[in-house]
């Protein structure tokens, strides 16, 4: 198995730019995390789906930020608009029902300058 | 609520030193404890997991033991190598919560030979 495919795997951009990240699950997993990683807040649970249908999207910092989950192969974060502070790694996990463990893909590094 | 807790790094060992990361957690009921493993450039690994009080966890000689009178996790090995150089994380999956990751802030480990 490839293991969670995400792209790209950095990304420069300027501010007031739309940012846009995917991931591709591992085939089978109905469970679908985005994270983002920085030094100062450490690893932080933007949203996660399961079935792809939002179940908490309580860690999305603000309407700047959304994703979309239109099947079972495929997610999208997007950030629309791009602020400087939105600089970090953004990582997809995914995880299959009855298990409690987390697959991560390699993440992507986000630079708004 | 859910938190936890890792103690600071960076953690500098020579090669087969002991090593011990404490983590300790907050959380209500009762969640399932993992130790995951980000290697520079790469995406988090599961390193070992526990779901249940006086559960040991164990994977590539590192261990760890789910206390819950003393509400901690703490990771352990009993020699060290230059490989083992990483950061590693704690985390704690809610009960009944989809599998959702509360993450402590990581401890980097550097292994000199």
């Known amino acids: 198995d490839a293991g969670v495919i995400q792209s790209p795997r950095h990304e420069v951009t300027e501010m007031g730019q739309e940012v846009t990240l995917r991931c591709k699950p591992i085939?089978?997993?109905?469970?679908l995390f985005w994270y983002r990683q920085t030094m100062m807040r450490g690893l932080e649970l933007l949203i996660y789906?399961?079935?792809?249908?939002?179940?908490?999207d309580s860690g999305m910092p603000e309407d700047r930020f959304s994703a979309k989950m239109p099947n079972a192969s495929f997610s999208t974060l997007k950030i629309q608009p791009s602020e400087p502070r939105d600089s970090a790694v953004y990582f997809c996990?995914?995880?299959?029902?009855?298990?409690?463990?987390?697959?991560f893909g390699p993440g992507t590094r986000l630079t708004v300058l | 609520g859910n938190s936890v807790t890792q103690m600071e790094g960076p953690v500098t060992l020579s090669e087969e030193a002991f090593l011990t990361i404490n983590c300790t957690y907050t959380?209500?009921?009762?969640?399932?404890l993992f130790w995951y493993v980000q290697y520079p450039g790469e995406g988090l690994q599961l390193l070992l997991k526990?779901?249940?009080?006086?559960d040991k966890g164990s994977n590539k000689g590192f261990e760890a033991t789910y206390r819950k009178e003393t509400t901690s996790f703490h990771l352990e090995k009993g020699s060290v190598q230059v490989s083992d150089s990483a950061v590693y994380f704690c985390?704690?999956?809610?009960?009944?919560?989809?599998?959702?990751?509360?993450f402590g802030q990581g401890t980097e480990l550097s292994v000199k030979p």
């Open positions: 996990a995914t995880q299959t029902g009855g298990t409690d463990t987390q697959y």
């Open positions: 085939s089978g997993h109905n469970s």
């Open positions: 789906f399961n079935n792809n249908v939002p179940i908490d």
């Open positions: 959380a209500t009921g009762y969640p399932s």
């Open positions: 526990a779901t249940k009080a006086d």
């Open positions: 985390a704690l999956s809610p009960y009944n919560q989809g599998g959702k990751l509360i």
